[in-house]
């Protein structure tokens, strides 16, 4: 069945550094792969996102990267903030179910 | 522009209890899905609706029914509530009805403690 796996669960990290999360999915017809920002007592919110078709996307301080032959996919944050403290979401959408499948959750500390 | 918006915000039940959670979308999405989230588990699909007039069950649809009422209504009900039914609920919408993938928008969330 559809799945999507996360890693780590939990990231505490300097301020300056760099953040990386994880995911890996199992259905090889995926196509399009968001990532969410959920701050605490909030909706989850879309920040990147990257299509298929794409192996890398950048927007500011972060980025993904996308390997479909291995199927995974990667967060990257340079230049940490204590605003980027918060959970982040990845998932994988598939056309031919119209759903998206999550991944579990990455909690990201950023220490000052 | 309200967005997504979620009635109630808060609910406590009883077990047995039944009520319906509210959910409506401005942006003319035609598709439309309800979530739960419980610590550690992420975001889980309970059903969703691709377009208007057509529902489909998602991960964990045991329990719930729905109802997409028009293109911007779309309600979850809990027929007899139970205590593992305690969560933070998420309505969330997007344009991938229409063939494109899209955004998904949430709405606030519904904090439901089933006693």
């Known amino acids: 069945g559809e799945n999507v796996e996360q890693h780590p669960s939990t990231l505490s990290v300097q301020e300056g550094d760099s953040a990386v999360i994880k995911c890996t999915y199992s259905?090889?017809?995926?196509?399009?792969f968001p990532w969410y920002k959920q701050e605490l007592g909030k909706r989850p919110q879309l920040i990147i996102d990257?299509?298929?078709?794409?192996g890398e996307k950048k927007d500011q301080r972060i980025a993904v990267t996308l390997n479909k032959t291995a199927k995974h996919f990667s967060l990257h944050i340079t230049e940490t903030q204590p605003e980027d403290s918060a959970v982040y979401f990845c998932?994988?959408?598939?056309?031919?179910?119209?759903?998206?499948?999550f991944g579990s959750g990455t909690r990201l500390l950023v220490r000052p | 522009n309200a967005g997504v918006t979620q009635t109630p915000k808060f609910q406590v039940l009883k077990t047995g209890q039944s009520m319906t959670l509210q959910c409506a979308q401005d942006?003319?999405?035609?598709?439309m899905y309800w979530y739960r989230q419980d610590p550690g588990m992420g975001l889980r699909l309970i059903y969703y609706?691709?377009?208007?007039?057509?529902?489909d069950k998602g991960e964990v649809p045991n329990g719930y029914n729905v109802s997409r009422l028009n293109k911007r209504e779309f309600s979850l009900r809990l027929e007899s509530a139970a205590p593992s039914q305690t969560s933070v609920y998420f309505c969330?919408?997007?344009?991938?009805?229409?063939?494109?993938?899209?955004?998904?928008?949430f709405g606030p969330g519904t904090r439901l403690t089933v006693l």
């Open positions: 969330a919408s997007s344009d991938a009805g229409t063939g494109g993938r899209g955004e998904q928008f």
């Open positions: 259905d090889s017809a995926s196509n399009y």
């Open positions: 990257i299509r298929s078709n794409v």
């Open positions: 998932a994988a959408w598939m056309d031919s179910s119209y759903k998206l499948i």
């Open positions: 942006m003319n999405h035609n598709s």
């Open positions: 609706s691709a377009s208007e007039g057509t529902t």
